[in-house]
């Protein structure tokens, strides 16, 4: 009468295949983007771009919109107390965002005959310019202007890179409630923002009626700028201990097996003995800088911990803070894709909130390019941490999508159906880790359990029975 859905194949358990509704509660988004992610919704998308080409005259349609697109003249900005602003400058830099590298470089020379343009990877940890958007950019921008095509400052520097991209296509309350709008249509009441690039964003949230359908981060060194009313809607700080796969920044414990050279280390570590494919952000000293911050202001710490050996470097300082100190901050690691058993133990004893991406399963595909086999096998271990280490979905494991992409289907999806079984979740699991409270609202999707695929269900047909241990019921 059940129909198992967690442990067996149901070709394997003989069950009937057919397709299921299931109606869950809205998304609770843990890690988001919503101040970046409305700004790049007005953007030239590359993520559909097969090749160069294409890229190039996605890029060049719409140079006829530049003048919408430009700088100045946006409220948000114009309330950014600290920020560098580009507005009275003649002429506008084109923001285009989606860029897959593991599928088509672009050339300096196609790229500059282009109007100005400022190109975000897929992964937003890689950015290109081209020479007209340096000249535009560079009397405000210097730094970043120089400095863009060096990993390693790209990776300390995050914030300003986003709020750059903000300044030039500029942040307001219309754009983020259209963001939402767009969230709703896919499931997702509830998205945190990971980085308010400055106090301004709040005035934005708030002006959108959003306060409430977020939890909102920011960077120490924002912090720092914040007053006493601006600090008290932050819930914590936001830093990176590593990079990105998409950027070939993450601190993982093997070379990328293609043999492109990765970033350069940062070189503050002691630890870049490796061969200089990973890249750790910060010193040991310097992020325990960061937790003593946090503890000192009373907010979270988060810390991007992606790859295994920024999972090591995190936890040492974590567990001497909290050996020197006796008690830590409130600490989430965000991403954590390949921490190993050992790490998922040292972490929960410390009491840190794992929060994770299911969508970034597909890592071990989307990457085969770059990581090795072992890796690609290693890449968001669900069950170990569920079953071994006694992590808690709801409790101190909690989901989200980093908007790659965004919504129930593909989290959902991914979750069910990943490339490796150590990846999946149950429904149960799913929704204790993911989901807002079903008074913000429920939607239907289908899963199609023999595609392995799941949609959102258009004829709204329901069937909302779920029973607690995650199995798909049919009585
Ligand atoms: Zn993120």
């Known amino acids: 009468m059940i129909k198992i859905f967690s442990m067996l194949s149901p070709v ?110 897929e992964s937003l940890h890689n950015h290109l310019m081209n020479s007209g958007a340096r000249e535009l950019l560079r009397p405000d921008w210097k730094e970043a202007v120089d400095n863009i095509d060096d990993s ?6 995050l914030p300003v890179i986003l709020r750059l991209m903000i300044d030039i296509a500029g942040l307001d309350a219309g754009a983020l409630a259209r963001f939402y709008e767009m969230l709703e249509g896919r499931g997702v009441w509830y998205a945190e923002e990971m980085l308010m690039s400055s106090a301004a964003v ?36 936001k830093i990176w201990a590593d990079g990105a796969l998409g950027a070939r920044t993450a601190a993982v414990s093997m070379p990328w097996i293609d043999g492109v050279p990765g970033a350069r280390t940062a070189g503050v570590s002691g630890k870049d003995d490796f061969d200089g494919t990973r890249l750790l952000i910060y010193s040991d000293d310097e992020l325990s800088e960061f937790v003593a911050e946090a503890a000192d202001a009373k907010k979270w710490l988060s810390i991007h911990s992606l790859g ?7 936890l040492d300082v974590l567990e001497r803070y909290s050996d020197e100190q006796g008690i830590l901050p409130s600490t989430r690691m965000e991403h954590c894709q390949f921490i190993s058993l050992e790490n998922a133990h040292r972490a929960w004893m410390l009491g840190v909130v794992l929060s994770m991406q299911p969508n ?11 990581l090795s086999p072992e890796m ?27 908007g790659m992409p965004h919504g129930q289907p593909a989290a959902l999806e991914n979750s069910l159906f990943p490339p490796f079984p150590g990846q999946r979740l149950t ?49």
Request: aromatic share 8%.
């Open 12 to 121: 394997k358990a003989g069950i009937a295949i057919m397709d299921r509704t299931i109606t869950l509660p809205f998304l609770k988004d843990h890690h988001n983007h919503p101040s970046l992610y409305a700004v790049l919704d007005g953007s030239v998308y590359l993520g559909d771009a097969a090749d160069e080409a294409e890229a190039l005259t996605l890029i060049e349609e719409r140079v006829g919109l530049a003048g919408r697109q430009g700088t100045g003249h946006h409220p948000g900005r114009d309330k950014n107390r600290g920020d560098n602003r580009s507005s009275g400058r003649d002429g506008n830099v084109i923001l285009a965002h989606g860029w897959n590298d593991s599928r088509f470089s672009f050339s300096t020379s196609a790229l500059d005959l282009l109007p100005p343009v400022f190109i975000c990877g």
């Open 152 to 157: 390693s400052w790209v990776e300390r520097h």
């Open 202 to 237: 709040i005035d934005v949230f708030r002006e959108a009626g959003l306060l409430d359908r977020t939890s909102l981060w920011t960077a120490p060194e924002s912090f720092r700028e914040f007053n006493a009313d601006e600090r008290s809607f932050v819930k914590g700080m």
């Open 308 to 314: 295994d050996l920024a999972c090591d470097q995190v």
């Open 360 to 370: 970034f399963s597909v890592d071990s595909v989307r990457y085969a390019d770059r």
């Open 376 to 402: 690609l096998e290693r890449n968001n271990p669900f069950r170990m941490l569920i079953d071994e280490a006694g992590y808690v979905p709801g409790i101190d494991l909690v989901f989200g999508s980093d």
């Open 427 to 475: 429904l149960y699991e799913f929704t204790s880790g993911y989901c807002a409270g079903a008074e913000s609202g429920t939607m239907a999707m289908a899963v199609d359990i023999e595609k392995k695929k799941v949609s959102i269900n258009q004829d709204e047909s329901h069937d909302d029975r779920m029973n607690p241990d995650g199995c798909l019921r049919e009585d």
